[in-house]
């Protein structure tokens, strides 16, 4: 099985700070990997996702993502946050050949202006 | 635009009462899913169906029941057997394939009082 450990619950940065998200991901085999980010009132949206190839990814808002296989980690970075990136993000693995993704417990993240 | 509905965005029901929340795409997606969101907890899967007519369960599926009779529609019910009902339900789709993300709804939070 599966499984999925983001190890920040609640995050709080000022503006400008940089973040990293932390997700390590249990799976024996290959996977596809994703993050989520769920703005406040509003549905879960895709930030980035990896399948295979470069293991930095690169996704939207200035968000990137570094597969290390070895770690079993797909940790989330920005170089410098805005208040608008308050969100909850989630992280989310599933096994190569599977239709059903696993999901982190989930992040949130205050940025303070 | 093509999307997910669901619908009602918040409802409430008297505790004992069956009640039925509703998740509509457009986007021809084969498979769909739903999860439910609590707090702390991440998402949790509760049913998917990969085809119509089909559907297996979650991690989660006690106290829920669902059909799949159009390819475009998922209703989930919650039934009385389910013990703590009040919670946030989200609805996704995705392709068939694993080589996709997931498209997800904006919820209908459920409160049983």
């Known amino acids: 099985a599966q499984s999925v450990s983001q190890h920040n619950h609640h995050v709080i940065l000022s503006e400008a700070a940089s973040l990293e998200l932390g997700c390590n991901y249990s799976?024996?085999?290959?996977?596809?990997l994703f993050w989520y980010v769920q703005y406040p009132g509003q549905h879960l949206q895709l930030l980035l996702k990896y399948f295979s190839g470069d293991p930095l990814v690169k996704g939207i808002k200035g968000f990137e993502a570094e597969f290390i296989k070895s770690k079993f980690s797909f940790n989330l970075r920005k170089p410098s946050v805005q208040w608008s990136d308050t969100a909850e993000y989630f992280c989310a693995v599933r096994g190569l050949g599977s239709y059903i993704p696993t999901f982190g417990r989930g992040t949130s993240l205050i940025v303070h202006p | 635009d093509g999307g997910i509905t669901q619908s009602p965005k918040y409802l409430f029901r008297k505790e004992g009462q069956n009640v039925t929340l509703s998740c509509e795409q457009n986007l021809n997606h084969d498979a769909m899913y739903w999860y439910r969101q609590d707090p702390g907890q991440g998402l949790r899967l509760i049913y998917y169906?990969?085809?119509?007519?089909?559907?297996q369960k979650g991690d989660i599926a006690e106290g829920y029941s669902v059909s799949r009779e159009k390819k475009e529609s998922f209703p989930l019910t919650v039934t009385s057997a389910q013990k703590n009902p009040t919670a946030f339900y989200l609805c996704?789709?995705?392709?068939?394939?694993?080589?996709?993300?997931?498209?997800f709804g904006s919820g209908t939070r459920l409160t049983v009082v």
């Open positions: 996704a789709s995705t392709m068939g394939g694993t080589n996709y993300g997931y498209t």
């Open positions: 169906s990969q085809i119509v007519n089909d559907f």
């Open positions: 799976y024996g085999g290959t996977v596809n």
